[in-house]
């Protein structure tokens, strides 16, 4: 009998960095790198080409608002010309956009496995 689908336990596996059906397969091999598949139970991180097509426009959404967080508080606490902020919020976005990319990556692998677990995709084995 199949489980029921545990959606926070897949995305706490993800974030964690770890294969969102098993958590222990490591989901990257490098920074950003996404492991073709689970070295422990074998799922499929990357089934498609593309897949993470979805997690590169996450990323860039939430930098947007982290942008747009980071203007209005430059904006409002600060004095700087708008060169020196400029620059200091380039660098700051850049650097977000960075650090974020395998956040995304990883929630999105989360977003994909929860997908085809609801969808009873023959390619699961949800485990507790
Ligand atoms: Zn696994």
New binding site residues.
Partial sequence: MPLEPNKPLYFRRALRK????????PLFRGFARLNES??????RFRRESGSQTGAMYFCAAVTEIFAALLAVGMFLLTDWSLPVALTIGTVLVLSFSYVFLPVSMAFWTAVEYSTDVSNGESWVEPRA
């Fill in positions: 770890r294969c969102p059906q098993c958590g222990e397969g689970c070295s422990s139970c074998a799922l």
